[in-house]
C-alpha cells in the first residue's frame, strides 16, 4: 500500500487518478469530523468534498513534513467554520439529530452487547443525547473534542489542525469534557443505578 506522500507525488507527477486512493483512505474519517462540527449528515458529506476539492487544488502546497491526514483535517474544520459562519447569518429552522432508530448517523454508539435488550433503548436515547451534548459546545471546544476524543488525533496534532498551542487545546478539552459531565450528570447517573 502507498504512502500518503508517495500517491501525493504520484498526482503531483500527472497521475491524477491516484488522488483517489487518499480520498478513499480518509472519506469516512473527514465525513465524521465534518458531522461532530456541523451536525447534519449531508451537510457534512458536502464538507468533506469541498474539502477534498480544495486539498487537490492546493496539493503543490502540502510540505512534505508534515502528515496529509492534519493538513486535511485543518481544511475540513476551516470549511466547516466557514458554513457555521454563513448559517449563523441566514434564518435556521431548528433541527432534531437524525433518529438513531431511523439511520444511525450519531456522533456515538453507546451500546453495550453485554446489556440485556431492554437497555438498548435507553442506550440509543444516551448516544442522542451525548451527540446533542457535542453539538451545544462552542466550536472550538467541539473541534477540539471531535478531533481528539473522535478521531482520535493526538493533542499535538489536534493543535496542529487547529493552528494554536497545545494548551489551548487542552483547555478546550477540559471544558468541553466539564461541560458534557454537566449536561450528561442525569443520564449517567440513572444509568449506574441499574
Partial sequence: MATDIELIEAVLQGDVDRYAELVNRYQSATWQVAFGLVGNWEDAKDLSQRGFVKAYQHLRAFRRDAKFSTWLYRIIVNECKDFLRRRARQPQVVALLPDPEADGFVLFDVVDPARHSGQVALD?????????????????????????????????????????????????????????RERLAPYIAGGSEQ
Fill in 124 to 180: 440509543h436515547e444516551l448516544a442522542r443525547q451525548l451527540s446533542e451534548a457535542v453539538r451545544g459546545l462552542s466550536l472550538q471546544q467541539r473541534t477540539a473534542f471531535v478531533l481528539h476524543h473522535l478521531r482520535g488525533l493526538s493533542i499535538e496534532e489536534a493543535a496542529g489542525v487547529m493552528r494554536c498551542r497545545i494548551g489551548t487545546v487542552k483547555a478546550h478539552l477540559f471544558r468541553a469534557c466539564e461541560r458534557l
